[in-house]
Every structure is written in C-alpha cells, then in structure tokens.
C-alpha cells in the first residue's frame, strides 16, 4: 500500500519478521543510533528452527538435572553437621557458581527455543554477559581453592583443620568472588560505549563478550586487549596454578610407601579432576574453533558454546554425588529414609 523507505528496505529481514506486528519498532530500529539504543537479537539453531521445541527438551532437562542435582548438594551440606567441613564448604561454592551460571544463560535459551523471541535489549544483554563471565571465572577461581584444599590435606593432613579454618575458607571464597566481579565490570562498561549498527545479529542464545565485538562498529582494540588480559589473569593463571598444585600433590603421593595408601590417597582428587576436566575441556574447546573453525557451520558454534555453559552444571553434581562416599551415602540415607517415613504413613 506504501512505498517501502530505502532506510527500512536495509533492516535485515528476520528484524523484519520479529516486528511486523509492531511497525513502530521498524521506525525505531530505523532512527538515528544515537537516539535509540542498538537492538540485538539472538540466535538459535540456524537451520532446525522448526525443532527448537524439540531441541530444548534435552537441553531442559540438562537445566533441571544441574539445577536439581547441585540444590540437593547444597541441602545436604547445610544439613548435615558432618559435612561441615572444608572441602565440602568449596563443594557448596562450587555447587552456587554452577546455579549461576545456570540462571544466568536459562531465561535467554527458552525465549529463543520456546518462543522464538530474539530480540534482547542492549542493557540486558550487558547485564547477562557480566553474570555469564563473571560466574565462569568464579568456578575457575573456586576450583583453584579446591586443589589448594587438596594439597593441603594430602601434604599437612594434621594441620588440615587449622590451616583452613572457617574464616580462612570465607576470605578464600569472597576474594575469589570479588576478582570475578571486578575483572569483569570494566568490559561491560568498555562495550557500553561502543558504536553499533541498528540491528545486531549475535550467534548465541545468550550473550558474550567475544559475540558482541564482533557486532561493534567503532574502534575495538581496547576492548579486545582488556579482554585479554581478563583471559590471562583468570583462567590462564588458575591452569598454572591448577598444574602446580597438582604436581606437588603427586610428589607427596608418590613418596608414600606403601601402594594401597597412594592408590587411596588419589582416589581423594578424583572428583577434583574431573571438575577441573569438565570446565576447561568446552572452555578450550569452544576458543579452538572459534578460533581454527570459521568455516564450521554455525550449529557447531552454537553446540560448542551450549556445551561449554552446559556441561559444567550438570556433571558436577554428579561427579560428586557418584565418588564422594560421604555425599553419596547422605543422599541414599535421605531417600530411604523419606520413602520409608512415606511407606509407614
């Protein structure tokens, strides 16, 4: 009926699609940069988008088993005063970054699958990619003091107890939380005075600092060198530290004379290990194709960055629930002991 503008003939069609219903965001998204903030928009799985629904049901169900499996971890060491000790007060960090980190990515994945909304506004995508970040080097950081509680009872175990009293555990924990939360905030603020076109197409279904700067449309380099540093300074320095530790732990073990006790005293880092090797596996994973895979097809960036928020939360309670003897035989107790209290009644 009216001639479409060249202005809005430039707006990329799905822009198009997602607002055809409300003409009015056309004209806004068409308007002067300055005036109205950029518009991002969320990518599902390019390609499958009729089986989204299908697609989030095992991706819901990874949420739900993370989400459940690391409350009942948390329930069980607030419970039970033989868990209240050091190892399993890290256990209990690590069991909230996860949940974070869950809660965080969540909302933004079911919008797009369930509801195909993709369009996010550029303080929310600001404010998810902090917490994104900010969660992920939290775990590094976490992991880190847990190997550290490791060596500490392999190479002191007299003095376990009172090297790492409670208040020693809480300076840990908020020291690692505060260099999350600071490493991150000044990359939120640099992004927030970039240049961006009207509409920004990310490739995630949810928000990341590498995503975004790839949209920008001014000068990024210090963006990309902060970036960087933030990398070098969290989870470079927490894999040497990791190894470190890890390699003092195995002289003392292997100085130990007799076999069944070195075997034992390994068997106290397995879960530790396969935390550590579930975190940096996608993490590492995800920056090799990122960086070596451009010509992948975009699903497997798409899987490669799900895997790498995913995986964390949902095996580690897991882990922990199958190899530590303590946790494990809390949670079965619990379940006999609630279904025979429900059988009785």
Known sequence: MFKQSSVEANIPLEARELHRQNPWKIIMLSSNTSLVPPAFFLTGFPGLEKSHVWISIPICSMYMVAITGNCTILFMIKTDPTLHEPMYYFLSMLALSDLGLSSATLPTMLSVLWFNHRLIHFDACLVQMYFIHTFSIL???????????????????????????????????????????????????????????????????????????????????????????????????????????????????????????????????????????????????????????????????????????????????????????QIRTRIVKKFWKDKGSREAS
């Open 139 to 325: 775990e590094s950081g976490i992991l880190v003091s847990m190997a550290f509680d490791r060596l500490v009872a392999i190479r002191n175990p007299l003095r376990y107890t009172s090297i790492l009293t409670n208040n020693t555990i809480v300076k840990i924990g908020v020291g690692v939380a505060l260099r999350a939360a600071f490493l991150v905030f000044p990359a939120s603020f640099l992004l927030k005075t970039m240049q961006y076109g009207r509409t920004n197409v990310l490739s995630y279904p949810f928000c990341l600092h590498q995503d975004i700067l790839k949209v920008v449309r001014s000068d990024r380099r210090m963006s990309s060198i902060y970036g960087l540093l933030v990398v070098l300074t969290s989870m470079a320095v927490d894999s040497v530290l990791l190894m470190a530790s890890y390699v003092m732990i195995l002289k003392t073990v292997l100085s130990i004379a007799s076999k069944v006790e070195r075997l034992r005293t390994l068997n106290t880092c397995v879960s530790h290990i396969c935390a550590v090797v579930t975190f940096y596996t996608p993490m590492i994973g995800l920056s090799m194709i990122r960086r070596y895979g451009k010509n992948a097809p975009p699903v497997v960036h798409i899987l490669m960055a799900n895997v790498y928020l995913l995986v964390p939360p949902l095996m580690n309670p897991i882990v922990y629930s199958m190899k530590t003897k």
